[in-house]
């Protein structure tokens, strides 16, 4: 083939796209071989500067190099992407491309069937095509259009035989990979993983994972250690469409090691797990408190003191003063100290979304003060009544992004622990996982820590 042809189909495949796989936009094309490479020349219009050509030149975007380039033995179709901006509806963009109204209600109608035209979002590609028409007169025929709607899907909207749009789905043959990525931290997980070659949606993917375990804001200090072990995906051309999520990681911190690995399990559930198979995102205690009555629920009730109906934004525990009170979950205090009519109060923040809340107690725990850790199940303080309250009763609250949730509703993690056959299988994860990061860690291309 030569070079100038090969530079020609090159730019064609561009403008169809960046990331669009070739063999998608040259289905219907025949592959050009070196015996039609002569007369393509002569003909290529933007190559060589024939007038003739040229003046067959009809440019149908604004944006694209290519217009409607009919070469004997070069694609009897043509696509470009359009962008889609802020404001945009799949229908204006169509017509603004040169298709009829009538088509371009057709495919978006077509498409309706398996995506709801306004979800396309600004910086989205629609990638349309249309064939030549023959003598270059008149418009050329809108064939149809894809629309890639995550990394994995795409949807293709075609016109018919019948002149008609039809919509149909693929799923994109992408090839995953792995890579692994490991260094020491110096500045902070996010720079230091960054430049570790971590793309930003995984080091989320992580940070989340660990937030019941580890306080980033903290816990890490300069020289702990990462390693993290995560998905590529790659279309048919080789490029990278997808860093999806991790499938291990490893967080060193003051020389203790905190691995995680990714299971599915069998009844259907993705979570990361410890060595000894229990979940690293972690439930709250429901009750932080051992042999007390739920004596108040969540919502509206009556108020015992104040005598109108107020909202009960968590749940109270009738208990003997004194008795003690647990933290519902791994945290760090954030508040210890007297609270108006919570009276003697403490809240605790276990990651980014969650933290707890205690009223009414009689004293704290030693050493229960703001910025202290404190672990699942351990004693913060004790019943009493101090604060707005009839009686020894706790006032316990789980809230979410900083607003009181109904505990008894919320939808939080398991904090399972896998046990049986479950442990089994996630064993068998584990050693799978393990001999894929021994694979990669003398071959890989990413910095490693040590
Ligand atoms: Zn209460």
């Known amino acids: 083939m030569s070079t100038i042809l090969r530079g020609l189909l090159a730019v064609v495949v561009l403008a169809a796209g960046v990331g669009m796989s070739a063999r998608l936009l040259l289905t219907d094309v025949p592959p050009a071989t070196d015996t039609q490479a002569p007369s393509t020349l002569a003909l290529a219009p933007l190559s060589l500067g024939n007038p003739a050509a040229a003046a067959a030149l009809k440019v149908r975007h604004p944006d694209t190099p290519l217009g409607q380039v009919s070469i004997p033995g070069i694609p009897p179709s043509y696509g470009y992407p359009l962008r889609v901006a802020a404001g945009d509806t799949l229908a204006g963009l169509l017509v603004g491309a040169g298709v009829s109204r009538d088509e371009a209600h057709g495919a978006v109608t077509a498409l309706g069937k398996l995506f709801d035209a306004r979800r396309i979002r600004p910086g989205q590609d629609i990638t349309v095509r249309f064939r030549p028409a023959p003598d270059g007169?008149?418009?050329?025929?809108?064939?149809?259009?894809?629309?890639d709607v995550d990394y994995r899907r795409r949807i293709a909207v075609a016109r018919t035989a019948a002149d008609g749009f039809r919509a149909s789905e693929e799923e994109r043959a992408l090839s995953r990979s792995l890579a692994r990525a490991a260094g020491t931290i110096e500045a902070n997980l996010?720079?230091?993983?960054?430049?570790?070659?971590?793309?930003?949606?995984?080091?989320?993917?992580v940070v989340r994972a660990y937030s019941w375990d580890v306080d980033f804001q903290r816990a890490i200090r300069r020289g702990d250690r990462f390693e993290i072990l995560f998905e590529r995906f790659h279309d048919e051309t080789g490029a990278l469409v997808h860093a999806g999520g991790f499938v291990f990681a490893d967080l060193a911190l003051s020389g203790e090691h905190h691995p995680i690995y990714r299971h599915h399990t069998k009844d259907g559930l993705t979570d990361y797990f410890d060595p000894r198979g229990h979940s690293a995102r972690k439930a709250l205690l429901l009750t932080p408190i051992d042999g007390a009555r739920l004596s108040s629920r969540y919502g509206k009730r009556r108020h015992p003191i104040l005598g109108y109906t107020k909202m009960h934004r968590g749940l109270d525990f009738a208990a003997a003063s004194g008795t003690p009170i647990y933290a519902g979950g791994d945290g760090t205090i954030e508040v210890a100290g007297t609270n108006g009519a919570y009276g003697r109060y403490i809240r605790i923040r276990h990651n980014a979304t969650y933290s707890t809340a205690y009223g009414h107690m009689r004293r704290f725990a030693r050493g229960m003060r703001r910025g202290k850790r404190v672990k699942q199940g351990q004693v913060i303080g004790y019943v009493g009544t101090t604060g707005r309250s009839t009686g020894p009763h706790l006032h316990y609250e789980i809230l979410s992004g900083g607003r009181q949730v109904n505990p008894l509703k919320v939808k939080m993690p398991s904090g399972r622990k896998l046990k049986g056959a479950e442990l089994a299988r996630f064993q068998e994860t584990r050693s799978r996982i393990k001999s894929e990061l021994a694979a990669l860690a003398t071959n890989t291309d990413f910095a490693q820590g040590d």
């Open 190 to 205: 996010f720079d230091d993983a960054t430049a570790a070659g971590v793309p930003a949606a995984v080091l989320v993917a």
């Open 137 to 147: 007169a008149r418009d050329d025929l809108f064939l149809g259009f894809t629309l």
